[in-house]
């Protein structure tokens, strides 16, 4: 076939030249070096329609972010050789037929690139990114992305949308549960985690995905929480809370990074070049950059272009290489070029990344490589993967609150009842963003609950009332089984939609009529368990105030039921820690643990200060905070010294035991806090921390260094530094409790 002789036309041509490439004088080792004369080779060939071609991808289905149905006309441009990326197109079959007619029926055959957004799982569903979060196990976090990878490429899939790196200190913003919560620390180690989860050491590794850093950048600071919407900050504001974890994602060798919707300090950031220039410049990231959803041909609607011509050229000179279903460049770009207006060679310039990145995952050398459907059937929801996600699950679950040892019950309960609108839901646990994943290949936390229990338990269900819903008839049976009942599962919280992308609320509050069945089975006086499902913080002041216990479970995924199960009957002691606070009603938002203090800090005794006349300034649950069935000292903080110069190393050890009757997980926190800068630095920031396991009566000393560098931050100047002066180091379970030593860097 004509397509077919033109792709073993390139790949002679390619390995002609690989083998006469010598040169003495460059500097890249020589794989690299062959890399690229392979992707020049590629690019001599191409004419100017065929590289804008390359810039462009295109959807192939309905998705959230924006509506293309299957039969949009996009046949024609893949034809024509006008695609060189298609997103939302998944399985094997699909991809391999596309492929198919790229390689046979364009002049040159180049491979597609199919990319999707797979971020927590694509048929196995992990929970959501903020909970996974919660367990602070990088291992973890890294395995669950790695599974993904599996399975994505195992479904043709060669490029993820993820990780999301923002960070997000207001939880009104839906798409918090996509990330890593409030601390920059903490998401540039999650960061960096989920990156090689996805690239592993080698992208051209058939189980490998590339992976893409987003949103680029300050996505997380919307205004109002509402999704999309501006933000503004200093640049101090942006390099020392944004930026760190995307910085992490370039060290860690992330293949793309994703331009973020909204506008920062009046540019867009697809129009942005400030970005661009601390990317490439400063981080030296030499991969492609993509837009977001149209946000290319967005840049009219912000007030920046006039027309699709002046918003091509703006995202060119901000450094997008790719065109994501807005098909502003294959419009405009060439009569661009030929007016002179852009240079061919910044054309070139991208398409190189584009295609580099193509060699990179083996695509020239097998198209077809992606497309096994053994491999595909073998590979998705399978056993190993399923355990995996339950063993997630389980360490993303943080117990909040557990007055009088209520939990864990016991398998042999009597009379359990199971109350709630999400307590038989397998749709809702999944959350959103789930990749491929069913509700029916879910379990539902009543399912796992009866395969836990003993089987003389006597289990009642209701679900009161729907999530959102004002319907109250409910109520009546609801009530009338918790009478009955030893203890009671109050399972309630939000469904998948409410959070996400283009899901932001007002209110942090339970939705709908649900805090009113909280009120009315607490009203009855029998043990109660709020369960929470949720993909953001809420505000849950008058139930943490009447509840005895309290879980937070997020959406968990897949093995949601049986890993609830497992922590309600105590067969694993929760030791999830929240990474992002959670406020006692909504309008103490943002409420965050790295805050600065103000020339008046809030006291209650006094009028003129920083403070709330009717709402604590203190979160509900400060960052780092879960408790656990056991309990854990802290004693004997000790520092090697006092003072330290700019080349030393400071030595803080911490001894912590297990005085309670359970095994154990703790996760110990350091934070450190400059007293006196050049500028106003934050309370406390953490800088390290530890998961231990402790059975009853074993103490353990946990010792972290600080070195100077875990002190530096951008000074008066702008430039990133260690001032000399005193510290607190602090070290405790939380960021709200903690044992406290001071020290002093001298030059």
């Known amino acids: 076939m004509k397509g077919d002789k033109h792709f073993i036309f390139i790949i002679a041509l390619i390995a002609l030249i690989s083998g006469a490439c010598r040169n003495k004088n460059i500097q890249q080792n020589q794989e690299d070096y062959i890399l690229e004369r392979k992707v020049d080779s590629v690019l001599a060939l191409m004419t100017l329609e065929e590289k804008i071609g390359q810039m462009s991808q295109l959807s192939g289905r309905w998705e959230f972010t924006g509506p293309v149905s299957d039969d949009h006309p996009y046949m024609d441009d893949v034809k024509n050789g006008r695609v060189g990326s298609m997103l939302n197109i998944t399985g094997v079959k699909q991809t391999r037929e596309l492929q198919r007619i790229t390689l046979s029926e364009t002049r040159l055959g180049i491979p597609l690139l199919f990319g999707y957004d797979i971020i927590h799982g694509y048929k196995t569903i992990f929970p959501v990114p903020l909970a996974e979060a919660c367990s602070w196990d990088l291992d973890l976090i890294e395995n669950s992305a790695r599974i993904a990878a599996e399975e994505g490429t195992a479904a043709g899939i060669h490029w993820t949308f993820a990780p999301m ?75 020392e809370i944004y930026l760190p974890p ?113 060699f990179q995952l083996g695509l020239f050398d097998d198209p077809y490589r992606y497309c096994n459907e053994k491999r595909e059937q073998e590979l998705l929801l399978n056993h190993e993967y399923r355990l995996a996600a339950r063993k997630a699950a389980r360490e993303s679950i943080v117990l909040l609150k557990n007055e009088g040892h209520l939990l864990p019950l016991d398998k042999n309960i009597r009379r359990l009842a199971i109350i709630g609108p999400l307590a038989d839901n397998r749709y809702d646990i999944l959350g959103e963003w789930r990749g491929r994943g069913e509700a029916k290949d879910a379990v539902s936390l009543l399912e796992g609950i009866k395969l836990k229990v003993d089987a003389r338990t006597k289990i009642a269900y209701s679900e009161g009332c729907s999530i959102s819903g004002e319907d109250r008839s409910g109520f009546k049976q609801a009530i009338s089984i918790a ?52 993909g953001r913080p809420l505000a849950i002041h008058w139930e943490n105030e009447h509840l005895p216990a309290i879980l937070e479970t997020w959406q968990l995924g897949t093995e949601a039921g049986n890993a609830i199960a497992d922590v309600i009957f105590g067969d694993y002691n929760p030791s999830g820690k929240l990474v992002v606070s959670f ?41 780092g905070y879960g408790l656990s069935y056991t309990s854990f000292s802290y004693s004997n903080l000790r520092l090697s010294t006092d003072t330290i110069s700019m080349k030393d190393t400071l030595e803080v050890r911490v001894t912590i035991k297990n005085t309670g009757k359970y095994s154990g997980e703790e996760i110990v926190q350091l934070y450190v806090r400059d007293l006196f800068g050049s500028v106003t630095r934050p309370v406390k920031e953490l800088k390290d921390f530890r998961k231990i396991h402790l059975d009853p009566d074993e103490e353990q000393d946990i010792i972290f260094r600080i070195h100077t560098d875990m002190l530096k931050f951008y000074d008066i100047h702008m430039h990133r530094k260690a001032e000399p002066g005193h510290f607190h180091v602090m070290t405790g379970p939380n960021s709200a409790e903690y044992l406290q030593q001071e020290f002093i860097l001298i030059h």
Not at 183 to 192: E, Q, S, T
């Open 165 to 239: 790196v923002d960070i997000a200190r207001d939880p009104r913003w839906g798409r918090i549960m996509e990330g890593a919560g409030e601390d920059p620390y903490l998401g540039a180690l999650v960061a960096r985690a989920r990156v090689r989860g996805y690239q592993g050491d080698d992208l051209s590794n058939i189980n490998t995905l590339a992976a893409c850093a987003k949103h680029y950048a300050a996505y997380g600071a919307a205004e109002g929480g509402r999704d999309y919407n501006t933000t503004d900050m200093s640049e101090r504001t942006l390099r």
């Open 246 to 358: 995307f910085k992490s994602a370039t060290e860690e060798g992330v293949a793309t990074f994703m331009k973020s919707f909204n506008e920062l300090n009046g540019i867009p950031a697809s129009a942005n070049r400030m970005l661009d220039y601390i990317l490439r410049e400063e981080w030296g990231f030499k991969g492609m950059v993509v837009s977001d959803w149209n946000s290319v041909g967005e840049l009219i609607p912000h007030g920046i272009a006039r027309n699709k011509k002046e918003a091509a050229i703006l995202a060119m000179r901000a450094g997008i290489d790719m065109d994501m279903q807005g098909n502003v460049y294959n419009e405009v770009l060439q009569e661009l070029v030929e007016n002179k207006i852009i240079p061919e060679k910044k054309i070139d310039e991208s398409v190189r990344k584009i295609l580099r990145l193509k």
């Open 483 to 534: 009478r009955k009942a030893d203890a009671i599962l109050l399972v309630v919280g939000e469904s998948a939609n409410m959070a996400g992308e283009g899901h932001s609320r007002s209110s942090l509050d339970l939705p709908g009529i649900q805090h009113e069945l909280v009120k009315e089975i607490y009203n009855i006086g029998k043990p109660v368990i709020m369960i929470l499902m949720n």
């Open 583 to 623: 406020p006692h009603v909504t309008g103490q938002i943002p409420v965050y643990y790295n805050h600065k203090n103000t020339g008046r800090p809030g006291t209650n005794d006094y009028r003129f200060n920083s403070k709330y006349l009717d709402n604590p300034v203190e979160p509900l649950y400060p960052f």
